[in-house]
């Protein structure tokens, strides 16, 4: 219980002259659900890999229960991982329950309890009455459901998740989570892979924000807002316009929206009971930051950062031209 | 091994359902029937031509049609696994990358290895009813067996070409290539080697140069038993110094071996 089902030490992964993944620590426990955030080429997916052990780290140390994931050593622990790719497309010709028996059999179930497994996991992510059709007469639904069910196989103690509910309608989203929200009070650990989604934030324990192969924030969501001081949104109505009246309120109200206050979280107590006696309030609206806003100002954040460093880097070689 | 049976068994299975398996069949029994009748055509008279005429003319069809379906039914092996995105989550699962690569040569071998049998077995079996000769089924064992090796060597380095390059269309362009290398200009430039240079080759070192080869491998094999009457072109000066069969076995089995191998290696060290 006190070793972490995987852990990154310093590890990256670099492809000639390009750094996908510049060196990252992190550690999944047993039963977390770690959502892992980034945008296109931010170096999820060569994370994942590496954790799968497809990919052999340049630098650094990988861990997965308590082996190197790409050795030997580790081979029978790979019954006990799953993993959804970001873009699989399954064999076209042959049927759904066909091509998951397949996997199942080449994750170690015997004929009859491949068979068995395969339908029980058909039946799972609801697509039990498609199973006997050719893969290519699914829509893109269906294949993803299809590709999830594949993770699903053998009850995995950790599953990799690349961009789960792309393609999935909101009823197959809420199946989805569900799926995971059981997963993981069985024991498994999970790392969800997306772009920020709504909706993912009650599912996941802890979040990793990447971008261009660098860690750049990692922790609960809690712990994210924190670190970023995002204000708190709050809306009131029914004061009319006597806010801007208000000298203590007037200065957290932002010229783009009238209406509301952005409260820096530890003014919000002062500020809500300031709103309450206020005669006219007939409703509040409080509005944390989500996740998107999160993860959009680490990104921004980023972006300055890495814009000074060059504007530095030119300053200096200016100064010795001159 | 059970890993290693699994994807043959997949391979085999989707084998069947491409009707690839049916339609080789077919093409080699329709033209080993149709040469077997109508090869004496040519002299005059239709009917049952005579073995060594039947067997010369399987054989000058087969180098250039096995090779050709070898590496149409294999070469997107690897690289289509790759661009639909299967081949990265089978290397996720419990099995090795030559186990993966065994089980698809086992599984795709045995479809080229049936449809030989029953495609050729069946003209065989005609030839030794008409003929009633027990040299029938000697040669045609001896003619069957040399084509699945060849179908198998090709195989092999059809793997060789999916695992080398990224995309399906220049693997199916490498093996249009690989099949007119083998298949014809090979042979034209022995012939050129022959004609246009005087005492430039010894018979020995055309036999040898030969050994580069496997589909003229696949000639000398069935060749060298017959009357060299029917043979002609640069084979006829080769057969005259012609290996054992034993040996030109040993040639064609490590032509398949030896791809085999590469392959493995080949795809061990790639990344995806």
Redesign the interface.
């Known amino acids: 219980m006190n070793t972490p089902l995987v852990s990154l030490i310093d590890a990256g992964k670099s492809y000639q002259d390009l750094d996908a993944l510049k060196s990252v620590t992190m550690y999944l426990n047993q039963g977390e659900v770690m959502g892992l955030f980034g945008h296109n080429g931010a170096g999820k997916t060569t994370m994942m890999k590496l954790i799968l052990g497809v990919i052999s780290p340049s630098r650094g140390k990988v861990e997965v229960m308590g082996m190197a994931p790409d050795s030997k050593a580790a081979w029978h622990s790979r019954t006990k991982v799953g993993y959804l790719p970001e873009n699989v497309s399954f064999y076209e010709q042959l049927t759904g329950l066909e091509v998951l028996s397949y996997f199942a059999k080449l994750k170690g179930f015997t004929k009859g309890r491949a068979k068995k497994q395969a339908i029980d996991l058909l039946e799972q992510v609801g697509i039990t009455h498609a199973m006997k059709r050719p893969v290519k007469t699914y829509s893109k639904g269906m294949r993803q459901r299809l590709g999830l069910a594949q993770a699903f196989i053998g009850e995995p103690k950790l599953l990799l998740l690349d961009e789960p509910t792309v393609g999935l309608d909101p009823m197959a989203t809420r199946d989805f989570y569900q799926t995971v929200d059981q997963l993981k009070s069985n024991g498994s650990s999970i790392i969800l892979c997306s772009h920020v989604l709504p909706g993912v934030e009650q599912h996941i324990d802890r979040a990793m924000i990447l971008s261009t192969g660098q860690l750049l924030a990692m922790g609960t969501l809690a712990e994210l807002r924190q670190q970023a001081a995002l204000p708190v949104a709050i809306k009131p109505s029914g004061l009319n316009g006597s806010l801007a009246n208000d000298s203590r309120l007037n200065g957290f109200l932002t010229a783009n929206c009238p209406e509301t206050l952005l409260v820096p979280e530890q003014e919000k107590l002062s500020v809500l009971r300031q709103l309450l006696s206020h005669e006219g309030l007939d409703d509040l609206h409080v509005e944390a930051a989500n996740l998107e806003q999160v993860y959009q100002h680490f990104l921004s954040l980023h972006e300055k950062q890495h814009e000074l460093s060059l504007h530095g880097k030119q300053d200096e070689s200016g100064e010795r031209k001159s | 091994m059970r890993?290693i049976l699994?994807?043959a068994n997949?391979e085999f299975h989707?084998g069947l359902?491409?009707r690839w398996l049916i339609s080789i069949t077919l093409i080699f029994a329709l033209l080993s029937i149709g040469l077997t009748y109508f090869g004496a055509a040519a002299s005059g008279a239709v009917g049952v031509a005579s073995l060594s005429t039947t067997v010369a003319s399987l054989a000058s069809l087969a180098v250039f049609l096995i090779p050709l379906i070898a590496l149409l039914l294999s070469y997107d092996s690897f690289v289509g696994e790759q661009e639909?995105?299967?081949l990265?989550?089978?290397?996720?699962?419990?099995?090795s990358k030559s186990q993966l690569l065994l089980g698809k040569f086992i599984g795709q071998g045995s479809i080229i290895a049936l449809a030989t049998v029953l495609g050729f077995g069946s003209s065989a079996v005609l030839l030794y009813f008409q003929l009633g000769d027990i040299e029938v089924l000697t040669s045609f064992s001896i003619f069957i067996f040399s084509a699945i090796l060849l179908g198998l060597s090709f195989t092999a380095i059809s793997y060789l070409i999916s695992l080398s390059v990224s995309e399906k269309s220049k693997a199916a362009g490498f093996a249009l290539i690989t099949w007119f290398l083998f298949a014809l200009a090979f042979d034209l430039a022995l012939l050129a080697l022959l004609v246009g240079v005087e005492d430039g080759i010894s018979q020995n070192g055309l036999t040898q140069l030969m050994m580069l080869n496997p589909a003229d491998i696949f000639r000398l094999v069935n060749l060298s038993g017959l009357d060299s009457s029917d043979v002609n072109g640069a084979l006829a000066v080769a057969i005259n110094a012609s290996l054992s069969q034993a040996q030109l076995f040993t040639a064609l089995i490590a032509w398949v071996a030896l791809p085999l191998t590469i392959a493995i290696f080949i795809f061990k060290r790639k990344?995806?």
């Open positions: 890993q699994t994807v997949k989707d359902r491409n639909s995105g299967t990265l989550l089978l290397l996720t699962y419990p099995i990344t995806l």
